[in-house]
T-cell receptor
């Protein structure tokens, strides 16, 4: 079945460091891919999305490119801030109501 | 109120209790979801309601019983739970248009502890 694998955390970085959180997927169809973020005490929020191969999603300085050849959708940011500390979820949807989420990667950013 | 709200935010219950979780969406959406979030595990989709009809039931034990009285409200009734049911229960909503993906909006969750 469809699945999402993302790197285990926690990831601890200093402010202004570069971030990469790896995500790979397995899907039988042509999925749309997403990154969600969960700040402490809150629900998940959509951070960015890409709906077809080679699309790049971007938001708030975060980027991810839909790579069909490597079945990957890695999340990147050039300079993280303390306020980026959160849990990040990679997810896919092949249509319909079912979205498959990864286990989440916790990011800590130190001042 | 705006977005998706959930009450209570925290709940502690014994294994013989009966309790209910409430979710309300103020977005005019037509689909609502219950998810279970356990530590270090992917989000588990439990139930989906579209236009107040249940369209997904992912092999959830019968001790969890959903109810969707209208398109704005969703309940999760709990009875005779087990300690392994302790988790964060998230509600979400979306506007389904029949094709493609539509963004899901999540509530803050109810942190459930079963003693």
């Amino acid at each position: 079945g469809d699945s999402v694998t993302q790197m285990e955390g926690p990831v601890t970085l200093s402010e202004e460091a570069c971030l990469t959180i790896n995500c790979t997927y397995t899907a039988t169809g042509y999925p749309s891919l997403f990154w969600y973020v969960q700040y402490p005490g809150e629900g998940l929020q959509l951070l960015l999305k890409a709906t077809k191969a080679d699309d790049k999603g971007s938001n708030k300085g975060f980027e991810a490119t839909y790579r069909k050849e490597t079945t990957s959708f890695h999340l990147e940011k050039g300079s993280v801030q303390v306020s980026d500390s959160a849990v990040y979820f990679c997810a896919l949807n092949t249509g319909g109501f079912k979205t498959i989420f990864g286990a989440g990667t916790r990011l800590f950013v130190k001042a | 109120e705006t977005g998706v709200t959930q009450t209570p935010r925290h709940l502690v219950m014994g294994m013989t209790n009966k309790k209910s979780l409430k979710c309300e969406q103020h977005l005019g959406h037509n689909a609502m979801y219950w998810y279970k979030q356990s530590a270090k595990k992917p989000l588990e989709l439990m139930f989906v309601y579209s236009l107040e009809e249940r369209v997904e039931n992912n092999s959830v034990p019968s001790r969890f019983s959903p109810e969707c009285p209208n398109s704005s409200h969703l309940f999760l009734h709990l009875h005779t739970l087990q300690p392994e049911d302790s988790a964060l229960y998230l509600c979400a909503s979306s506007q389904e248009r029949g094709s493609g993906y539509n963004e899901q909006f999540f509530g803050p969750g109810t942190r459930l502890t079963v003693l």
